[in-house]
């Protein structure tokens, strides 16, 4: 009894400082923004963390899939946690009691692991298919809350894993968890942070918090998110490149991070981060940057340190980030370019130097003209005046625009040049073609326009490939059911079309009338783009090791044309796009470095695109050769 | 409700009332389809197309529709008014199914119309948007979306305020 | 011979005056131009249909000068536009959570404007009446206590009484309301019904003050006499307004284009617009009119509400379709120019001491956001480097004094500056 006594007595001053602690780390959130320092992962990608109760984090990875435990004092674990084979993709973690995890894939498989890796049990989830993005627990810490991608959905489950209650009406619900009772979700299809109390409200996108932009309070793909003391939210603001820190009422009261351009270092400097996290014990944000392979750390600021980033904001450079998709005319002088984080597309006179931005459209939304993310991109062939179509994928829409563009001499941007012609609604278009009829609604990415006006669009969500005819009148579809998975790009083949699937590795040849596609081998690469070149070849960037490479006419060996991540001459890195024009040059959309590469007939080189990633900035002349 | 007219088992047929009769019910039956026709031929009235002052004629990017747009002449700057008109389809009124946007903006100062507004069909298959006001001077880009089920086609025009 | 010579010689090299306008009346385009800037009858305003009550005029007059409206028992409406010094009191006060400072606006013809607030906030002069007595930064009051001020003072209860009729009664009402921007328990805890009339009396207060709010008229000033000048033809009486500000005019017109935005009676279009003011810190925060439009349309005092006189007529329409836009966030209201001079600092946050550097600021764009840079990539492209030279300048600089009294530009010209308030 005397031990007992003895021992709460000696305890009370450690609780009272741990409390006190807690309060003043808590308090400190609207001061964060010091950087403590880095923790690399390479070559694996970080995407997942948790706190820990007793201080640090959890962060999981994938390629390869890992748990690593980093202290309160920013050390990483000597070796990782190798994840169960089930867990090839994981998206999210919590920490649970005995030092076990809840941790979710993006298969759809969510169960409880143990400090060893090893499966304790599987939890059921929502029912198959879905695509989980993040996890939490659930208001007032009971049960769980998981968001669903592919639907469009948020799931609270019970501690069995049970849906208990779903809500629909978000696009890319990416990041949640609970404050007291109110459960919030960043959806990075409506760039906003949506809340509600799931006893009484449902969820309503028209008064969320947010908006696409970079002004405080505005939010350009919003990710992970994680509270404080069920008083403030932590939001990792992905494409502004820093945190933002919300109040319960929803305002914006603190942000940190600016944008980190060449070198990547850190101090404070974020790229793309997604997932966040905060130690209660020590006050510490935890910030992941998936793209730099590794964790941020970050601490309260120096109340007499100069803080500038206030007015980074406001002298944001916004140089255009090609997405991941572009197009060229055919017989015409235009490239049109998809930017998905500008929600806009934009046309260029392309055979300059420099090519020449003449106009842009859009704007985030779902009016006419505006766009939830735009994707795949091409000319409609054959047509008197340029026509573009582009997929919309947050609206789930076609949009078709004209360019009634002339040169008239020097070149100046022309506002309002490039019109809407018209739109269809995917998603209402399938209810009345029964071949159309899906278990999930469509999501968009490539898009090709054949010269007999077909166009054809990749459905990610349901792995097709959607066809229609200029009016955008439904004609068909093609499937092949275990042989395309994951259709990344798509361009017009002849009589057929030519589709670059990023997770068998292959691409297939579609014709309409035949029911099987032909498949040609790659190796074993990650597709990411095609085309077909004039003398029959096709060429094709690789995502997994940043190349370009050209398989010879009739088959073989694909032969390495660029190659080696990084801004060189002849690097690339993450490479999306190829286009080849009609006299064969090549047009590479180098998007890692925000630029274009050309490889002109004769083999001549040319980079054009945001300067500091030009490889010859210094010479001025950006041009080089491949051999 | 049509009587058969039959034979007596001898032979013997009814008087020639009966063939009045038959001839009389298939008379007001060809006159019952007659007038089922020429109703069906006749969809609601054609609106005569209005010209003249305020008028304007637009048709649709790929010309399935002809918009007939009436704003004041000259709009006025910085007041409301209310945009109107009609919008046709192979020279006929749209069904009143589809719906009708109409908006404003000036893209070279990136911004449309201060206050949205709704774009209402009329009883009589017109359409109105009320509250239209161009609160700057110079072009203004006028755009009328007209959708039908799933798909969505738009007409456009510039006026100049002063 | 040398004397004439050198005589000459002076003549040519002294600096030339600018060559006077001969043309008093001006051309007949630019004539029409600005006879579209005359001052007309502010409209009607049917959500306040006290409007044109002599008696709720008395007693809003009395109520915009009384202290015990607000918190502290020492601050009133007139405390901030203070009648003498044109309803300014020269200073920006901090306002909401992140303590934003926004630039105390007169109040002269405010009842033309069809938004009020720099982020328009407000959707009719009742209802801004209303948001400075709660505000924390401002007159910290509350309702409640309003509402007790009225009943234990009999003059006001006795006016009040006899234009909105009776006072609900005190009865176990809650000290306060809010408390810090926030509905307290005790005020959430009443019946809706009580809650619904001690709101009707607070809306009815705002509404008194209104009435009388709409009869400050600004003064007859130069360029009003001018511009009736123009529409006589009187050529005598054109001839008295000074050269300099006539060519400030035409460069409002013309060059400098400032009547794209500061168009019609009031010199202003009552919209919202980024003008790339370049703001720091805390002030960064300041989203415009996108926070506006939240604000407004969460308010239960809007055109649109039930305290509203016309809930459904074209004012309450207006509120209701207003839509969010992440374009507007940093767009403020394009502020009068009418009645200027005198309410020195400038801009929405009261950051321009004087009317040269607001020309300045227009003219060279200097620290100005570029254009389609800052909150998207669909930024304002409306306004670019205009180059005004130094004769430019001061013409508009006169112009705009032109469109206030003599006295107050003497009183600008003697104190000026902008001395941000941590509070009153």
Known sequence: MTVLLLLLLCSGPVLSNWAQNSTEAEDGVLSLGHSLGTVSFAPAVPVAICSLERGGFAVLTERPAQLWIIDSSGERDAEPVVLPGAISRPRGIMPLSRGHFMVVDRSGVLGEIDRKGRWVRTLPGPAAPWQPAALARGPGGKGWLVTDLLRGQVHHLDADGLVQNSWSGFIEPTGICAIGEQIWVSDRGHHRLIRFDPRTEQPDATTAIGDHGAAPGLLAAPMGLCSVADRWLLVSDRDNHRVQVFGRHGISMHSFGIHSMLPRIALGRLHYPTAVAFDHTTGVCGVIEPSERRLQRFGVRDPESPVPAAEQWQRVDLVSHYGAYWALQRGGRLLAVSEPDSERISVLVRDLENPFEVDDIGGHGSLPTRFRTPTGIDFVPGTAVPRIVVADRGNRRLQMFEVPWRWTGPMRREPALIRLVRSVDLEQLARQYPSWHASVPPRLTALACSESGTIAVCDDANARILLLDARFRAIGVFEAPGLLREATAISADGDGFLVADAQSGQLLRFVPGQLVPELIETGSTMPVGVDRHPDGSIWFTNGANHSLLRIPPGGGEAEVILAGAGTGERQLFRPRAVRIDEDGAVWVLDHGNHRGVVISPTGELRHFGSKPYLPAAAAGSGKGRVQ | MIQHIDADQDGNSDGPGCLILILVLISLLLGLVLLFFIAGCQGTATPALPTGQGWKTIASGDGTYQVLLHLPDPAPLNQEFTASGWVLKGGEPISDDAVVHFDGGMPQHAHGLAVPVVTTRRPDGGFEAQGVRFHMGGRWLLTVDVEEGPHLERARTWVEIR | ?424
């Open chain 3, 1 to 424: 011979m040398k004397m004439i010579l050198l005589w000459s010689l002076c003549s040519m090299w002294s600096p030339q005056d600018p060559q006077p306008d001969t043309d008093v009346l001006l051309d007949e385009v630019t004539r029409l131009q600005a006879m579209s800037l005359q001052r007309i009858a502010a409209p009607v305003d049917r959500t306040n249909r006290y409007n044109d009550v002599p008696a709720a005029i008395e007693l809003g007059s009395l109520l915009f000068e009384d202290t015990g409206l607000s918190g502290d028992g020492k601050t009133s409406c007139a405390t901030c536009h203070v009648p003498e010094r044109d309803l300014v009191d020269g200073k920006t006060h901090p306002r909401g959570v992140n303590s934003i400072p926004r630039d105390t606006p007169t109040l002269h013809d405010i009842s033309g404007q069809r938004w009020l607030g720099w982020d328009g906030r407000w959707d009719s002069l009742w209802m801004q009446a209303l948001g400075p007595i709660e505000a924390i930064h401002e007159m910290r009051g509350d309702r409640l206590a309003v509402l007790r001020y009225l009943a234990t003072n009999e003059s006001l209860a006795k006016r009040y009484q006899q234009i909105f009729g009776a006072l609900p009664g005190l009865k176990s009402l809650p000290d306060r309301a809010f408390r810090a921007g926030v509905a307290t328990d005790p005020w959430l805890a009443l019946e809706a019904d009580r809650r619904r009339e001690i709101n009707r009396v607070f809306s009815n207060v705002g509404k008194a003050i209104a009435a009388y709010e709409r009869t400050l008229r600004g003064p007859i000033t130069p360029f009003d006499s001018y511009l009736d000048a123009l529409s006589s033809d009187d050529v005598e009486m054109a001839s008295l307004y000074p050269d300099a500000a006539r060519r400030g005019l035409q460069l409002f017109l013309g060059k400098a284009k400032c009547i794209v935005c500061h168009s019609g009676p009031l010199l202003s279009d009552g919209e919202f617009h980024d003008t790339g003011i370049l703001t720091s810190g805390q002030r960064a925060r300041d989203a415009g009119r996108y926070g506006g439009i939240q604000e407004l349309q969460a308010n239960p005092f809007r055109s649109s509400g039930e305290f509203s006189d016309d809930r459904s007529g074209s004012a309450a329409r207006r509120t209701d379709q207003l839509r969010r836009d992440a374009a507007l966030w940093g767009a403020f209201r394009t502020p009068s120019l009418r009645h200027l001079a005198g309410t020195s600092p400038y801009f929405h946050d009261g950051s321009v001491k004087d009317l040269r550097s607001v020309v300045r600021f227009y003219s060279m764009r200097q620290g100005a956001r570029p254009p389609g840079a800052g909150h998207s990539h669909q930024g304002e492209t409306l306004l670019a480097t205009i180059r005004l030279n130094r004769q430019e300048e001061d013409d508009l600089v006169e112009f705009l004094n032109s469109l206030s009294v003599p006295g107050s530009r003497q009183e600008q010209q003697e104190e000026g500056g902008s001395q941000p308030s941590g509070g009153l």
